[in-house]
């Protein structure tokens, strides 16, 4: 089977969660199928993947969208796939959202006309749209979410080997890890971090965790800019002193969640749909995860069976969170256990590459002339 992956934009930095998972997915696919990656980089930039891959040049928005619609067309006419996987691009916010709704009708259009599948594969959809408003545009858009209307379906990553967890011993459980992969080193992107990841909440909670010794490292690459790494020392919901603060630039995983106790993701906003890859690699290393109880987290924690959890929003609600696990060393090694576990069964990319695999014989080889 010929399986065509396309997907604007899959580029260096390796920080954002759709680009990796394309990847993982290029990889997982390989093992069993003949396997096609078209994309979009920028100029200098050449990705790598398990795969044959077309990447086209491209520089700005339209650029990206508009050579890669190019690019898909020629792959379609010369390499002719059995079927078509569209990994589009999620956010549908201001002038964002005309484009990249054209661009999921497009690819599929393209597809139909040459009666070709095209499976509509969201890893994201942000707030400000829903899985059902874009099915209207696709004939198949799949997506982890579980809002009526598209198919469902499991997203996973390369997990590679990982040991089950062992209990932690001789640590005093206040190492706490904050990443968000942002390199764009400009006031909007700072602020994007403390609003939308979430990072505001985990400072003002430092007011009650610094006092009691606990410890935290941001690993942002956008803070190695000075004048950032300033702003945010000097913001004012930073409860943290300088002391217990630390920073990392890129973050290599996994090797980056050795050492801490909890990896803290905030996140600042509910979202329709959403896997954070930084969370599954988290539990996959076998650290204790702290989440906000928002909907699309919710089959994360598990109200609190997989992650601690706390009250969106609330700096204290987060602190209040840590210090009632503090010394529950039992309570955090069952934490770990659990998740470690859950991501093994659900989110593996062969997961993914199956439930894919199963929607396409569902709707027949001949489902681009008759769907």
Not at 116 to 129: D, F, N, Q
Not at 264 to 286: K, L
Request: hydrophobic share 40%.
């Amino acid at each position: 089977m010929k399986i065509l992956l396309a997907a604007p934009k899959i580029c260096p930095p390796w920080t954002e969660g759709r680009k990796r998972f394309v990847r993982d997915l290029a990889s997982g696919f390989s093992r069993h199928h003949d396997v096609h990656v078209v994309t979009t980089a920028e100029p200098g930039e050449q990705p790598s993947f398990a795969t044959d891959a077309t990447c086209v040049p491209a520089s700005g928005g339209f650029s990206h969208l508009s050579g890669f619609h190019r690019a898909l067309g020629r792959c379609l006419r010369t390499w002719q796939p059995t079927w078509v996987c569209h990994l589009s691009i999620g956010s549908f916010h201001g002038h964002y959202r005309y484009g990249n709704l054209a661009s999921l009708w497009l690819a599929d259009r393209q597809c139909r006309i040459r009666g070709l599948a095209c499976l509509t594969v969201m890893y994201a959809i942000a707030h400000e749209s829903s899985a059902v408003e874009l099915a209207r545009h696709v004939r198949h858009l799949l997506a982890n979410d579980d809002t009526a209307g598209p198919r469902r379906i499991r997203f996973g990553m390369l997990l590679g080997d990982s040991d089950r967890p062992a209990p932690a011993k001789g640590r005093d459980g206040k190492a706490l890890l904050f990443m968000a992969g942002m390199s764009e080193a400009t006031p909007e992107r700072l602020e994007h971090v403390l609003s939308v990841r979430g990072l505001r909440e985990l400072l003002r909670a430092g007011h009650w965790l610094a006092p009691a010794g606990y410890r935290l490292t941001l690993a942002i690459p956008l803070l190695e800019s000075p004048l950032l790494r300033r702003c945010l020392l000097e913001h004012p919901d930073n409860a943290w002193p300088m002391p217990a603060l630390d920073f990392r630039g890129i973050a290599a995983v996994p090797a980056i969640f050795s050492g801490y106790d909890f990896f803290v993701f905030p996140y600042g906003r509910e979202e329709t749909a959403f896997v954070p890859t930084s969370v599954i690699e988290a539990m996959n290393a076998g650290i204790a995860c702290v989440l906000p109880q928002r909907h699309f987290l919710s089959g994360l924690h598990n109200a609190g069976r997989t992650a601690l959890s706390y009250s969106p929003g609330d700096g204290e609600s987060l602190a209040r969170c840590l210090l009632a696990a503090a010394g529950r060393d039992g309570l955090i090694d069952s934490l770990r256990l659990e998740a470690w576990n859950m991501v093994q069964m659900r989110y593996s990319i062969e997961g993914t590459c199956a439930d894919l695999l199963e929607y396409y014989e569902q709707i027949g080889a001949v489902a681009g002339c008759s769907h």
